[in-house]
């Protein structure tokens, strides 16, 4: 079974950038589609970012393209989310997680995931 563990949230203002990293142990993850979700206080789980288990297709939710980007080095089993030009409504906890498969496209939804990290904390302030 593999783990994952998310780390480089913090607190920082609008403008500025945070890189994410996801960490995974247990297992290799070069043949698992990986995914980055976020949850704010009160609100659901959504979805922020996806790649396939080679890294060829990405996909993010339009209120991050243009200022996310996802990417992948299986060599260090791990996943990292870039972020640039941070807001305030970017405040959540962000959520790495990963399924087993080859797929031709990239995971979009929580229940086609079933191993998640603890997640890590992001804070944008105006």
């Known amino acids: 079974q593999v783990q994952l563990v998310e780390s480089g949230g913090g607190l920082v203002q609008a403008g500025g950038s945070l890189r994410l990293s996801c960490t995974a142990s247990?297992?290799?993850?070069?043949?698992?589609?990986m995914g980055w979700f976020r949850q704010a206080p009160g609100l659901d789980r959504e979805f922020v970012a996806a790649?396939?288990?080679?890294?060829?297709?990405?996909f993010y939710r339009d209120s991050v393209k243009g200022r996310v980007t996802i990417s992948r080095d299986n060599a260090k089993n791990t996943v990292y989310l870039q972020m640039n030009s941070l807001k305030p409504e970017d405040t959540a906890a962000y959520y790495c997680?990963?399924?087993?498969?080859?797929?031709?496209?990239?995971?979009?939804?929580?229940?086609?995931?079933?191993?998640w990290g603890q997640g890590t904390q992001v804070t944008v302030s105006s």
């Open positions: 247990g297992r290799a993850i070069s043949t698992y589609a």
């Open positions: 997680a990963s399924v087993s498969g080859t797929y031709t496209g990239p995971r979009t939804l929580e229940y086609e995931y079933d191993v």
């Open positions: 790649i396939t288990w080679s890294g060829g297709i990405k």
